[in-house]
Structure formats: structure tokens, C-alpha cells
């Protein structure tokens, strides 16, 4: 009951493309909330509880520019293992799992419903700075609810998209981190060819959405 896709956290450009690139982006744009941690002796990086509260259609086939309420919605993940361990930058192993849960009133999809669920390849990593700075991203794959899928007129193809985590976090002696998420992006782009006779999909370019507002608390 789901639609195959795959999940950028974090990117870059893949190309140029004939296609259009249809984006779901999932955002918290009134309350952040959640951690992300590491536990400093080679465990995984972990999201707990991290709060998205919409769902919009940026291109989309159907439903362009709708956003839709996420209620209760929260998005957990957890990497591979440690492979490296800062001061400045950590990097994790593939596999591991990330999932969004929640409720969507406006698709009678009720509270706890699965919306998206995947795994991570490449290696996530963590960056910190000063003034507490912190930022996640990680690439994998996932796989989205079929009826929200449906409602932006998306198809099974695979999928792309971008992420930004970024958090308020503070780096312990032993190389663990602990940082509050202040704000959440997430981004799955699908290409979606606009009609039978506009050829072959040449690839698919990524715009970074999310990490525009990884700065954003330093506009003030």
C-alpha cells in the first residue's frame, strides 16, 4: 500500500532532466521539536520524535501548492553504526531505519498511520559549529503512503529528495553529541514527465530546500 521512492537527506545536483521535478515537502513550520544524539562510543546517530506538521505539493500533478495538516506527526530514525567521530564532523554507516508517523485529517489517514518508511545508504553525518550549531543528513530510500502519494498524482517511480536536520546541540569529551531539533525540512522530489512524447529522462537536478533554513536562526 505504499509507493516506491527514494530519500535524499541532505544532497546535491544529480543533472539536468526533460521531466519536471514534483516535490512533497514535509516541514514543521510552527513548533520544532525532537532530538538528534550519538552516544560517543560507536553506536548510531538517533532521531527521536522529530515534529512535522505539514505535507505541501510544490509541481505536483495533482494538487499543486496544497498543503495538507500532519497531525501528531513525528519522524524517528536510527543510522548504521560510528565511523567516525568529530570534532567538527561524525560519520555513520549505512542501513539503519527512518520512518514518519502520524495523521493526515484531510486523507482520513488516522493517528499512528505509517507515511513514509525507509533505510539509509551512503553515510549520514553529523556537522556541528559554534554557538551550539548542528546539522544532520544522510541519502536511503524510502517508500510513501499510497494514498498520499496518490493525492499529488505521484506514481511508483523512484523518487528524490533533500533534508535538513538542524539542532541546538552540545558535543561531550567522549565525542558523544546531543542536540534539540529547531528545525526540520524534508523533501522527496519525483520526476514526473509531463507527456508521452517528451523523450527520455536525461536526470533529475535536486534543489536544496531545507538547508536555506539551517541559517535562519542567524538572520536575526
Not at 546517530?45 to 500533478?61: E, F, H, M, V
Not at 539503519?96 to 486523507?107: E, H
Request: with cysteine; hydrophobic share 45%; net charge negative.
Amino acid at each position: 500500500m505504499f509507493k516506491l521512492s527514494t530519500l535524499l537527506l541532505a544532497a546535491g545536483l544529480l543533472g539536468a532532466t526533460t521531466a519536471q521535478a514534483a516535490i512533497l515537502k514535509f516541514d514543521d513550520p510552527t513548533l520544532p521539536g525532537g532530538t538528534v544524539s550519538y552516544d560517543g562510543i560507536g553506536g548510531a546517530a538517533i532521531g527521536d520524535d522529530i515534529l512535522i506538521q505539514s505535507i505541501q505539493g510544490i509541481g505536483t500533478p495533482l494538487n499543486d501548492t496544497v498543503t495538507l495538516t500532519c497531525t501528531g506527526c513525528l519522524l524517528d530514525f536510527t543510522t548504521g553504526a560510528n565511523l567516525s567521530e568529530g570534532p567538527t564532523l561524525w560519520n555513520f554507516g549505512s542501513g539503519g531505519s527512518i520512518t514518519l508517523t502520524g495523521a493526515v485529517p484531510a486523507l482520513g489517514l488516522p493517528a499512528g498511520t505509517l507515511l513514509l518508511s525507509g533505510t539509509f545508504s551512503g553515510t549520514p553525518n553529523e556537522i556541528t559549529g559554534g554557538d551550539g550549531f548542528g546539522l544532520f543528513a544522510a541519502v536511503g530510500a524510502d517508500v510513501k503512503n499510497d494514498a498520499l502519494a496518490t493525492f499529488f498524482g505521484l506514481g511508483p517511480d523512484f523518487t528524490f529528495g533533500t533534508t535538513s536536520i538542524q539542532t541546538d546541540t552540545t558535543v561531550g569529551a567522549n565525542g558523544s553529541f546531543a542536540g534539540t531539533v529547531v528545525n526540520a525540512d524534508l523533501n522527496n522530489t519525483q520526476a514526473v514527465v509531463p507527456g508521452p512524447a517528451t523523450g527520455l529522462l536525461l536526470g533529475l537536478g535536486l534543489l536544496l530546500l531545507g538547508l536555506p533554513s539551517v541559517f535562519r536562526r542567524f538572520a536575526a
